[in-house]
């Protein structure tokens, strides 16, 4: 079974970058889609981005200027920037797994994270 | 973006309930529609995929029907361990989209 944790820093000041890692365990990062995906009281579960293990992305337009997600297949990982945080970029944020390499695969997360909690505070 | 307007926001309802979520897709995504369950402080679980398919070790109380715009998550029997928020996701074209959320309360 695929396990995923997401690790980083959790509590950041107005301005600077959120940095978020994606320990993914059982398996290697090929043929799948890898996303970003966070959850916040106001804007409830909104999905920021993706990768695959060859180091093709894509992300969610509000966010595209100010977000780089990136692989490292060697230590199994994928890694989420975020820059220039505001408020609200607070909440939790998940990786997860799609289903597959196809276009509707990509989307459905099948593997999550727990989640880790980001905090921005002045 | 697709949007994904999911209704009610909200419901009370008691065990042994049939309980009936909805979401619609505001251009056609054909099938390309998950349902997921999150309780507090957890990840989301996926429980049904392609709109209708069960996901595996989900009970079969939980039912997906629905294609195009058209969606629904119907709970035959609630059971106590299903008061929790539930979500609909599209994945046919990026970005990929949440509904808003639907918290199953204790009436």
């Known amino acids: 079974q695929v396990q995923l944790q997401e690790r980083g820093a959790g509590l950041l000041k107005p301005s600077e970058t959120l940095s978020l890692t994606c320990d993914v365990s059982v398996g290697s990062l090929s043929g799948y889609y890898w996303s970003w995906i966070r959850q916040s009281p106001g804007k409830g579960l909104q999905w920021i981005g993706e990768i695959n293990h060859y180091g093709a992305t894509k992300y969610t337009p509000s966010l595209e200027s100010r977000v780089t997600v990136s692989v490292d297949t060697s230590k199994n990982q994928f890694s989420l920037h975020l820059k220039s945080v505001t408020a609200a970029d607070a909440g939790v944020y998940f990786c997860?797994?799609?289903?597959?390499?196809?276009?509707?695969?990509?989307?459905?997360?099948?593997?999550w994270g727990p989640g880790t909690l980001v905090t921005i505070s002045s | 973006d697709i949007q994904m307007t999911q209704s009610p926001s909200s419901l009370s309802a008691s065990v042994g309930d049939r309980v009936t979520i909805t979401c619609r897709a505001s251009q056609a995504i054909g099938n390309d529609l998950g349902w997921y369950q999150q309780k507090p402080g957890k990840a989301p679980k996926r429980l049904i995929y392609?709109?209708?398919t069960l996901q595996s070790g989900v009970p079969s109380r939980f039912r997906g029907s629905g294609s195009g715009t058209e969606f629904t998550l119907t709970i035959s029997s609630l059971q106590p361990e299903d008061f929790a928020t539930y979500y609909c996701?599209?994945?046919?074209?990026?970005?990929?989209?949440f509904g808003q959320g639907t918290k199953v309360e204790v009436k």
């Open positions: 996701l599209q994945h046919n074209n990026y970005p990929w989209t």
């Open positions: 997860a797994r799609g289903a597959g390499p196809l276009l509707n695969q990509r989307g459905a997360f099948t593997f």
């Open positions: 392609a709109a209708s």
